[in-house]
């Protein structure tokens, strides 16, 4: 079955402005997570959705949001951006569980100038 | 707060080498623990998780065992290829899908 898809792949935007960036789980899926990976930070959750909820939310600022659609489908939004904003922002979905393994998209590479 | 902690990188192994990285972790309960690889250009994938103290997962030759009293998670692997050449990550999870990260060990294996 199709794994988990992000888009864009690529994307370069100049400080202020704003981004949005969506994610296709894994058919079945009800859980979508969504993190920042740079090399100076790692890793970093930034929030998880479930059935249109969000249910964790990571230490990240407001200008960080996101929702998730009927379909599962989950996009997050940038606002007035940063140069610190530029990673790869990687979206992962599961079942929902406790636990569960987690399956992630390629990413998303935003480039802030 | 819950953290994992793994060795710096970079590994540099010749092939048919011995590989352990070592991670360790701070939670306030009982996570379960995983090690995901990212291969170039792709995303994460989990190599092999455990979910309780004694376990040990095991996949494609790696293996870890949950050590609750030395809180670690230590990958191994008898005899690394060539094809193991990737970023690995030592993670745990307390709450539904809080996935919290090390900071990665890049692994190098040279023929």
């Known amino acids: 079955k199709a794994g988990v898809t992000q888009t864009p792949r690529y994307l370069i935007k100049t400080r202020g402005q704003q981004v949005t960036l969506s994610c296709s789980p894994i058919?079945?899926?009800?859980?979508v997570s969504w993190y920042q990976q740079t090399p100076g930070q790692g890793l970093q959750f930034l929030f998880e959705?479930?059935?249109?909820?969000?249910?964790n939310k990571g230490n990240f600022p407001g200008r960080f949001s996101g929702r998730q659609f009927s379909n599962s489908r989950s996009e997050m939004n940038v606002s007035t951006l940063e140069l610190g904003d530029s990673a790869l922002y990687l979206c992962a979905s599961s079942l929902g569980g406790f636990a569960g393994e987690l399956f992630f998209g390629e990413g998303s590479r935003l480039t802030v100038l | 707060g819950d953290s994992v902690t793994q060795m710096e990188g970079p590994v540099t192994l010749s092939e048919e080498a011995f590989l352990t990285i070592n991670c360790t972790y701070t939670a306030t309960g009982y996570p379960s623990l995983f090690w995901y690889v990212q291969y170039p250009g792709e995303g994460l994938q989990l190599l092999l998780k455990?979910?309780?103290?004694?376990d040990k997962g095991s996949n494609k030759g790696f293996e870890a065992t949950y050590r609750k009293e030395t809180t670690s998670f230590h990958l191994e692997k008898g005899s690394v290829q060539v094809s193991d050449s990737a970023v690995y990550f030592c993670a745990l999870s307390e709450e539904v899908n809080d996935m919290r990260f090390g900071a990665g060990t890049r692994l190098t294996v040279k023929p």
């Open positions: 959705y479930f059935s249109e909820t969000q249910r």
């Open positions: 058919s079945g899926h009800r859980s």
């Open positions: 455990a979910t309780k103290a004694d």
